[in-house]
């Protein structure tokens, strides 16, 4: 499975007039695009929902299951663009799923369930998205985790991370690590996620400095393999 990201397929389809042939590569590869990466909400109406509806053109294109959400601002009018948002992406088919982090106003797992779980008394599949970097980076905790209602639990997105530096922003953005070979408890947290019934997609998210330039086939086998080791530790605990 793979994740395109919004900058990744405007370049595509500005190139090659459309992301067809990105569909047809992916499929003679065995690769699902299973999430698009991902719709900003703002209290910007005509402008979030113009990049939605640039989202769910791309996502009937690769036959995407979920259009990542983020929302910079909260206030009453994001909050209503969002529900809009969340409407239509269910009506075209697919689910929409909110990531927050440390970065934006609802930024800790609690708050975001409150919101998500609000918008989901309206509109169906909507989830939250659990970033293992995120999740920790906002003070989190497993028992925010354990109280976390399963059907608002969309998938993860697991990464490590290297000792905090003066500026997190950067850390996000370049200094995450393998799964497996930072500082972070992720065989405890998987294993939390296990017991709570918290299952699904696994999504390997690696942003690192260390790790950019190196060839794609190294990459993927690098995430592969320190993947299957740590998933290997939480399945014989």
């Excluded at 979030?48 to 690769?62: G, K, M, N, P, V």
């Excluded at 000792?163 to 850390?171: N, Q, T």
Aim: hydrophobic content about 45%; charged content about 25%; overall charge negative.
């Amino acid at each position: 499975m793979v994740t395109p990201d919004i900058f990744s397929l405007r370049s595509y389809r500005d190139l090659y007039g459309s992301v067809d042939g990105l569909a047809k590569v992916a499929l003679d590869c065995g690769l699902e695009v299973y999430d698009l990466s991902g719709v900003t909400i703002t209290d910007d109406e005509a402008t979030s929902l113009a990049e939605l509806d640039e989202f769910l053109e791309f996502a009937r294109a690769l036959d995407a299951t979920w259009v990542q959400s983020r929302m910079p601002v909260d206030n009453a009018e994001s909050r209503a663009v969002y529900r809009e948002a969340a409407r239509r992406t269910s009506d075209a088919g697919f689910g929409l799923a909110f990531e927050y982090s440390p970065f934006v106003p609802i930024k800790n797992l609690r708050s975001a369930a409150e919101f998500v779980g609000a918008v989901a008394e309206h509109c169906p599949r909507q989830a939250l998205i659990i970033d293992t970097w995120h999740f920790y980076r906002t003070g989190d905790t497993l028992a925010d985790l354990r109280a976390l209602d399963p059907a608002l639990f969309g998938y993860l997105q697991v990464d490590d991370a290297l000792p905090l530096g003066p500026d997190l922003r950067f850390d996000t953005l370049n200094r995450r690590a393998m799964p497996g070979e930072g500082l972070l408890p992720l065989r405890e947290f998987l294993e939390t996620c296990i017991a709570c019934g918290l299952e699904g997609v696994i999504s390997v998210e690696v942003m690192s400095e260390a790790h950019r330039g190196m060839p794609l086939d190294d990459y993927v086998a690098t995430v592969a393999r320190t993947s299957h080791e740590l998933l290997a530790t939480v399945r014989s605990s």
